[in-house]
């Protein structure tokens, strides 16, 4: 039997079992760079709005939160989108070949199924080249889906090689970092640690890049240690160059090896580092279901936490910019709906608005990771010891409404002391907090319908993921798309006040309330619906 006997079958299934998966991920990229480009179209209309962008490029939060800034002396609307769009689209793709890779290889053996596989007329690497083989068609969906997006908004500066270029690139990062997952799925036994782990290495690519970047604003040595750098160093759109996307594909080929040659390390099911040992008793807090989910969830709500701080500390320095870029540009009054006096504070709102989507997503996140402790069989074993189920559901609901509480104040703090240091003035970041508190209704809204949905009907969640979307594009794309009012009255940001520019009023208030209600029923019938329905029923 050779030692990949069985890799074509496996493929078949792993591709069977994530086609919603990829199609997903290959959607979301698509029309998330179709819809960022053509907003981009829509902000800069002129090529001396693109010039005065182009002439922010040298402040260092700029560099660090985007890219290099290739041909900023001559700007064009293609620099613009090799500058600033390409890094996301990258971080796209990064993540989603982590989490692909984890599932398919760590996931596989945590679980048992790769044991039972074996013991069929599999080959030692055929599920290793299988999951590998799932992982690059993905990547390269994801990478086709964003050339398609950029073609399709049919700019003249975005040139088909240019295009072609930003997609491999795309393809490329994203097996990169599939290719580390792979690495530290031997280097642990659990599925949790080798996901931490990818998710570092790639954060530190990231860190890595954007202080290389500070350094020189077209890169620097330091910079070509990362990842994204090989692809935003293609240059596309301004100077292409394709010989950088070889460093990608030879440092991917590369850690696959090594992740095979490591494989034969360790025996399986095993990691080679092995697990610490825990304490010989477990903390107090870890015996009630709300200490439970503090202790699963406070890795992602720590790195999300020092994400979203970061970014809304970066964001919020460009306020000192303001006034040149409305002069150069009044068109992105428009796109980022700057009308009144204080150019400031109406600046500073829309940029919180942005920052919001971070807790939308960790308050879903985190409610909906029940259906996974449900669908593994740890929530069945909670029940049968004698945990009320109401309790289970109420105690970790709630501990997912304090953290997105926490990551709110956060990032209306960041956004805050960003304002600060572009203005000098300390009390921003006070009332940029309140004006970040004044979004919980809306955001426990969202958060109580994922509940409720999960109660009632867990095959439906998908439902609160869709209205995840659906507020990012009212928000986003909202006016550049002229929505009519219905549209977006369906939104719960639309019924937020933009504080501190806008007064608040009775309408505000009763919004706030119904809101908080709306939120209490939903959270409840949910809970209610759980206590009723079998576990793991569709």
């Known amino acids: 039997m050779s030692p ?29 760079v179709y819809g960022s480009v053509y907003s981009l179209v829509e902000a800069f209309p002129t090529p001396e709005s693109i010039r005065a962008r182009g002439a922010l490029l040298n402040n260092p939060a700029t560099l660090m939160m985007t890219g290099p800034a290739f041909a900023a002396d001559d700007y064009t609307f293609g620099a613009m989108v090799a500058n600033e769009l390409s890094l996301y689209v990258f971080l796209a793709a990064g993540i989603m070949a982590i989490l692909l890779s984890v599932r398919h290889t760590r996931a596989e053996e945590e679980s048992g199924r790769l044991e039972m596989l074996r013991a069929r007329p599999v080959g030692r690497f055929a599920p290793s080249a299988a999951a590998a083989a799932t992982v690059a068609f993905a990547c390269v969906l994801v990478g086709a889906a964003t050339t398609v997006g950029l073609l399709g908004v049919g700019h003249e500066d975005l040139d088909v090689a240019g295009c072609l270029a930003m997609g491999a690139g795309t393809a490329l990062t994203g097996l990169v970092f599939a290719a580390v997952a792979t690495v530290a799925a031997q280097l642990t036994e659990h599925v949790r640690s080798a996901t931490g782990m990818a998710m570092g290495v790639l954060a530190s690519a990231y860190l890595v890049r954007g202080i290389g970047d500070v350094i020189h604003p077209t890169g620097s040595w330091l910079s070509w240690f990362s990842p994204f750098a090989w692809a935003q160093q293609t240059r596309v759109f301004v100077d292409l160059r394709w010989w950088p996307l070889a460093v990608s594909l030879s440092v991917a080929l590369g850690a696959f090896a090594l992740a095979a040659a490591l494989a034969h390390r360790r025996d399986l099911g095993a990691g080679l580092r092995p697990a610490p040992r825990g304490p010989a008793t477990a903390a107090g807090t870890l015996r009630s279901p709300a200490g439970l989910a503090a202790r699963l969830l406070r890795g992602s709500i720590i790195a999300w936490a020092l994400g979203v701080f970061f970014f809304a500390v970066a964001m919020g320095s460009l306020a000192n910019s303001l006034d040149g870029m409305l002069e150069e540009n009044p068109a992105l009054a428009e796109w980022i709906a700057v009308e009144g006096t204080d150019l400031t504070a109406e600046f500073a709102g829309v940029i919180l608005s942005f920052v919001m989507i971070a807790p939308l997503v960790i308050g879903v996140s985190g409610v909906l990771t029940l259906k996974t402790e449900e669908s593994s069989g740890r929530s069945e074993l909670l029940v049968v010891s004698g945990r009320a189920r109401a309790s289970h559901v109420g105690g970790w609901s709630a501990t997912v409404a304090v953290q997105l509480a926490v990551l709110t104040l956060i990032g209306g703090a960041g956004v805050g002391l960003g304002v600060w240091a572009g203005t000098g003035e300390g009390r921003w970041i006070g009332e940029m907090t309140v004006a970040a508190a004044a979004y919980l209704p809306a955001l426990l809204l969202v958060a109580a319908l994922a509940m409720a949905l999960f109660g009632l009907l867990p095959r439906l969640t998908v439902l609160a993921w869709i209205a995840v979307v659906w507020i990012a594009l009212a928000l986003f794309l909202g006016e550049l798309l002229q929505l009519p009012d219905w549209a977006l009255d369906l939104s719960p940001f639309t019924h937020v006040p933009a504080l501190p520019a806008q007064a608040v009023g009775v309408a505000e208030t009763a919004s706030w309330v119904a809101m908080t209600g709306i939120a209490a029923a939903l959270a409840a019938v949910g809970i209610l619906g759980y206590r009723r329905r079998d576990i793991q029923s569709r």
């Open 4 to 32: 990949f006997t069985g890799t074509g079958a496996l493929l078949r299934l792993n591709l069977r079992l994530d086609r919603t998966r990829i199609l997903i991920w290959t959607l979301a990229v698509g029309l998330g």
